[in-house]
């Protein structure tokens, strides 16, 4: 069972805000990562992490930034919010040290950007 | 190219019936690891079962099995007994690489797969 957590759940929000997408977890998980997921399309990594300071791009281009002060927090950003970020993201982590290496998600947050 | 392929956009089955959900990879790499999952229409990611490249046997967890042909490099779920509540997409993953490489743990999902199970 993972304890991964994301905030808000839901947040509609006007065009050119700032915006903060909370993901934490508790599980102790080295490895973590924002997913970006349009209704009913697959998953594209658009960031991850494998430790405290060191942040990634995936493989999907995206204007947010990340940050990883703490090993259990993994939050995103948009400085400036467009309606082209509208999308689901969903954070996931997972244990290094684990041969499966398996990722568990949070319950995502789904922005839209009026 | 596609590195994981779900030919299936959508499945039906009747409640108590056994389905396949259809995956095809491909890498060339020789470590990898297959992935299940199944998303409510809630939106959470629920991980369901593991399958790595030099497992021998096809893994199960419950009511779930794959069924994994790796010449064929086919990672098929196999739902036994569905039950109201497996309606949900479902997304098959693709980990490459060995463990402590820059890019191991990187998940590649397929299109997804949305199943309806008929009462």
């Known amino acids: 069972e993972a304890d991964i957590y994301q905030t808000p759940r839901y947040l509609v929000i006007g065009t050119g805000k700032k915006i903060t997408l909370e993901c934490s977890q508790t599980m102790g998980h080295d490895k973590m990562y924002w997913y970006q997921q349009d209704p009913g399309m697959e998953l594209h990594l658009i960031h991850y992490s494998y430790g405290v300071n060191s942040t990634e791009k995936g493989d999907l281009s995206s204007e947010s930034t990340v940050s990883r002060i703490r090993t259990e927090h993994f939050p995103l950003t948009l400085e400036s919010a467009r309606p082209s970020h509208t999308s689901q993201y969903l954070c996931?982590?997972?244990?290094?040290?684990?041969?499966?290496?398996?990722?568990?998600f949070g319950p995502g947050t789904r922005l839209t950007v009026l | 190219a596609q590195k994981i392929t779900q030919t299936q956009p959508g499945m039906f089955v009747q409640e108590k019936e056994a389905v396949t959900l259809d995956c095809t990879y491909d890498t060339s790499d020789p470590s990898y690891g297959l992935f299940w999952y199944k998303q409510p229409s809630s939106g959470e990611m629920i991980f369901l079962i593991y399958q790595g490249s030099y497992d021998q046997q096809n893994a199960t967890e419950g009511r779930y099995s794959l069924n994994f042909q790796k010449a064929r490099k086919s990672a098929n779920l196999v739902i036994s007994a569905s039950q109201l509540g497996d309606s949900a997409m479902y997304f098959c993953a693709m980990r490459e690489g060995n463990a402590g490489g820059t890019s191991y743990g990187k998940l590649t999902f397929g299109q997804g797969t949305i199943l309806t199970v008929h009462p």
């Open positions: 996931a982590s997972s244990d290094q040290g684990y041969s499966t290496d398996t990722q568990y």
